[in-house]
């Protein structure tokens, strides 16, 4: 099979770091060495890379508005990641939907300037469920461009509300843009099942696996894994989040088979976000 794909990291260099508001300490917390106000160099990202075996990781830009309350990864500071290693990173943008049309024209100029393989939204953070209409113009571009669409699916674990994160309301949303790949991140937990059930339901849904290790997804996850899910889960930790040294060695234990190993690390996420792997 071709390199691991990490479908969904941060990239918390030391200028990303700084960058995070005070109300999203106690999901850090929660995780052991994440560097939460110190950040990673952007070598020992890829050493820690390359020890693992991951071949690209996928994290997300985000735009001024977001910067503005949320972390800040500026679309520039991507940019010489993605240049100085070439092939190893490629990014998302996030966007803020409140800003109307001018993020709109904001982010297809991002994606017009190269680099940008798709678009990253955090509802909780604006308090505002992926299927209300601020959303709708991204949604029609992206479609257009064939360009994924990234969400936040699931509680917060921190200082904002998870109601937004219920995947249910990506349910007309996948109803509304068929032909629009979706990818709801950090497994819906406690609503997993939603989240299996919109897989399921359309070809265009898809989940990740970021921020949950292996030792904790459900049995619900794992028989979608092994049966009819095999091609809609994609792998990602929300580096450095989880640690890839004990990500893999708790992967190693689930027994998986090579088919679905495959389609996990990398296959699945290489249809999604085609853009990031030209040829």
């Not at 904002?160 to 990506?170: D, K, N, Q, T, V």
Request: aromatic share 12%.
């Amino acid at each position: 099979m071709d390199g691991i794909v990490d479908a969904s990291a941060i990239l918390n260099v030391p200028e990303v770091a700084r960058t995070w508001p005070e109300r999203a300490r106690g999901i850090w917390e929660k995780f052991d060495g994440s560097g939460f106000r110190e950040g990673i160099p952007l070598e020992r990202i890829v050493d820690d890379m390359d020890e693992a075996g991951v071949a690209t990781m996928i994290f997300t830009a985000t735009t001024e508005a977001v910067g503005r309350f949320h972390r800040h990864c500026p679309l520039s500071l991507g940019r010489r990641a993605i240049e100085r290693y070439p092939g190893r990173f490629a990014m998302r943008l996030a966007v803020d939907p409140r800003e109307g049309s001018g993020e709109v024209r904001m982010f297809l100029s991002a994606v017009g300037d190269g680099g940008v393989v798709g678009l990253a939204l955090f509802p909780y953070a604006v308090n505002l469920a992926p299927n209300v209409n601020v959303y709708y113009p991204f949604y029609e571009r992206c479609q257009e461009l064939d360009l994924p669409v990234w969400t936040q699916v699931g509680h917060t674990g921190a200082g904002w509300p998870s109601e937004p994160g219920r995947p249910i309301h990506l349910d007309e949303v996948a109803l509304y843009f068929p032909e629009l790949r979706i990818v709801g991140g950090h497994i819906g937990w406690p609503w997993t099942e939603e989240m299996l059930a919109l897989s399921w339901k359309y070809p265009n849904v898809y989940l990740d696996v970021s921020a949950h290790s292996p030792r904790h997804w459900p049995a619900e996850l794992l028989r979608f894994l092994a049966g009819a899910g095999r091609e809609k889960v994609l792998f990602a930790t929300n580096y450095p989040m989880l640690d890839y040294r004990r990500t893999f060695r708790d992967l190693a234990k689930l027994g998986l088979t090579d088919a679905t190993r495959q389609a996990l690390l990398g296959a699945s996420a290489r249809r999604v976000y085609a853009g990031a792997f030209p040829g």
